[in-house]
């Protein structure tokens, strides 16, 4: 069966632009969560969706958003990009709800953003 | 918040070694998750921990909660098993190690 798709794999945005990320779960998975990975800080977890609804949150600010569809297909945007910002994100998609419990979650091959 | 302490950081070993990686934690936790990356970046899932012990190929992976502390062992290692492994743990929301840089030489 096909596995978690990010769309799109590679983008280039200047500062101050938005931009927004894809995320299609496996099939039947109805949970996705969202990770920024950069050489400084490591994964961090962003926040995760689960039945159209936003279940808890990283530390993040509120420039990151994201969204879930009825087909479990979730978008993240991030307004007023920073150079910061530039970095691998990640979504992953389960089963059940609780990114990160007794739950194993299989990750796409990310979006790797970069801020110029 | 949970702190994720990995170690060792970086790994070198020849084709054939035992490898052992380590991963303490802070703060009781529902799961350990065993992740490994290679270079360009996409994610595997490993091994999915609550307690005791799962072998999957030349893997193991082992936990013990009391102590907040878990392993993963790679026996026999081959050059393909050179990638980042990670360490992640939480209920709702992963919180991450550092991750550990293996490199396999033949």
């Known amino acids: 069966k096909a596995g978690v798709t990010q769309t799109p794999r590679y983008l280039i945005k200047t500062r101050g632009q938005q931009v927004t990320l894809s995320c299609s779960p496996i099939s039947g998975h109805r949970s996705v969560s969202w990770y920024q990975q950069t050489p400084g800080q490591g994964l961090q977890f962003l926040f995760e969706?689960?039945?159209?609804?936003?279940?808890n949150k990283g530390n993040f600010p509120g420039r990151f958003s994201g969204r879930q569809f009825s087909n479990s297909r979730s978008e993240m945007n991030v307004s007023t990009l920073e150079l910061g910002d530039s970095a691998l994100y990640l979504c992953?998609?389960?089963?059940?709800?609780?990114?990160?419990?007794?739950?194993?979650?299989?990750f796409g091959a990310g979006s790797r953003l970069t801020v110029l | 918040k949970n702190e994720v302490e990995q170690s060792p950081q970086n790994l070198t070993a020849q084709e054939g070694e035992f490898i052992t990686i380590n991963c303490s934690y802070s703060?009781?936790?529902?799961?350990l998750h065993w992740l490994q990356q290679h270079p360009g970046g996409g994610i595997v899932s490993l091994f999915m921990?609550?307690?005791g012990k799962k072998k999957h190929g030349r893997l193991i992976a082992t936990i013990n909660i009391q102590e907040k502390h878990s392993s993963l062992h790679i026996t026999a290692s081959h050059p393909r098993d050179s990638a980042v492994y990670i360490c992640?743990?939480?209920?709702?929301?992963?919180?991450f190690g550092k991750g550990t840089h293996l490199i396999i030489q033949p």
């Open positions: 992953a998609s389960s089963l059940i709800a609780g990114a990160g419990g007794a739950n194993v979650l299989t």
């Open positions: 969706y689960f039945s159209e609804t936003q279940r």
């Open positions: 921990l609550s307690s």
């Open positions: 703060v009781g936790i529902s799961a």
């Open positions: 992640a743990v939480g209920a709702d929301g992963l919180t």
